[in-house]
């Protein structure tokens, strides 16, 4: 199997309703905005980006009571928004607030 693994730590942003997919999954969509200095080819660079996440099943129930402007760092999968989309979403298998 092909590796897929995202860890990302930044402050929770916008938060959607919780909400259940046609199968009864509940599904909460949320935005982290990450902020940091990398190092790019020798040099230091400021990244900042923000990434829609989706948390699922128990996850999902877990998470709906965080508010905006919580540290957050998660870790999952990049996937496509849809099948037809080529924007990205991050699907989080963990989240720890810090």
Do not use: W
Request: glycine share 4%.
């Amino acid at each position: 199997m092909a590796t897929n693994l995202l860890v990302l730590q930044g402050e929770v942003e916008q938060i959607a309703a919780l909400r259940y997919t046609p199968a009864g999954i509940p599904l909460l969509s949320f935005s982290v905005r990450h902020t940091s200095e990398q190092i790019e080819a020798n040099m230091q660079r400021k990244v900042e980006c923000d990434v829609s996440v989706i948390a699922m099943s128990d996850l999902a129930l877990r998470s709906q009571d965080i508010k905006p402007g919580v540290n957050i760092r998660v870790t999952g999968f990049l996937a496509r928004r849809s099948l037809k989309s080529t924007q990205l979403v991050l699907h989080i298998n963990a989240l720890e607030i810090i």
